[in-house]
């Protein structure tokens, strides 16, 4: 099945179409930091405003324009006039430059870009997740699950497809999960699954070939993160590692999801 738009055939609608993906990158990720803020505190993460973590003060909707609200309040709260951590506009710019950049790289409107999109999102969201309570919740694992299904019916050669990305989840996953368990016997201590279930999910987007690529940039990264989280004395967190190779990946071009 294909549905497919291309994006540069008029210069000036590719163009306006890749402003709107910064855009929408932007919304996505006001919208999952705000998930993932929910989901560590255990709570409905469905349900309910966003509110002023200080004074409380439910937020407008004027207050929740990402990046532009956080601009025109100069970083405060427009009721308590406390600080408002950068934090949040960060990723609202990255994940709306990681719209555009994969739009325009991908050169085309279609399930395929918008499962990458969905992944990035998904990624994260989980990140963040990860890097507050140490946890990868298994919910975001289980959408990431969700858009596989939805694009393997998408994809020209199915069967090729939904094979080798079985493959390369089975392959890295036994890895993974046998240097997990080796790391908790020699330390004798309880290890976590998580990053092993993670990329187990990643690599049926990614195949062998991806796969490499993004563990090879998750493996540098990963260190890095784990010397951080020891120096500061915090649980460790490797999902953004991970999700950083996978996105890495996904912009090389070198996986089928963006062919
Ligand atoms: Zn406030």
Request: hydrophobic content about 55%; some cysteine.
């Amino acid at each position: 099945m294909s549905l497919s738009y291309p994006l540069f055939e008029m210069p000036a609608v590719g163009i306006y179409l890749i402003v709107m993906a910064f855009m929408f990158g932007a919304i996505f990720a006001s919208f999952i930091t705000c998930t993932a803020w929910r989901v560590v505190r255990g709570e409905d993460w469905k349900l309910g405003h966003s509110h002023c973590d200080t004074c409380g003060h439910e937020l407008s909707t004027a207050d929740l324009f990402p990046v532009i609200s956080y601009i025109a309040l100069k970083g405060k709260c427009r009721y308590c006039g406390s600080k408002v951590p950068p934090r949040d506009l960060i990723f609202e710019i990255i994940l709306g430059c990681l719209f555009a950049g994969t739009l325009a790289l991908h050169g085309a409107i279609d399930a395929m870009a918008v499962a990458a999109l969905a992944l990035e999102v998904l990624l994260l969201g989980l990140s963040l997740a990860d890097w507050d309570s140490g946890v990868i919740p298994d919910g975001f694992l289980a959408a990431i699950l969700v858009v596989w299904i939805m694009t393997v019916g998408f994809m020209p050669d199915i069967q090729t497809y939904a094979i080798e990305g079985l493959i390369a989840s089975a392959s890295v996953g036994l890895v993974m999960a046998v240097i997990t368990a080796v790391i908790g016997k020699v330390k004798n201590t309880k290890m976590s699954y998580g990053p092993t279930k993670l990329a187990m999910c990643l690599m049926l987007f990614l195949h062998i070939k991806g796969a490499c690529v993004a563990v090879a940039v998750g493996l540098v990264l990963g260190i890095i993160f784990a010397l951080v989280c020891k120096s500061k004395k915090r649980k460790m967190s490797l999902a953004p590692a991970i999700a950083i190779g996978t996105v890495v990946a996904l912009l090389l071009k070198d996986v089928p999801v963006l062919k």
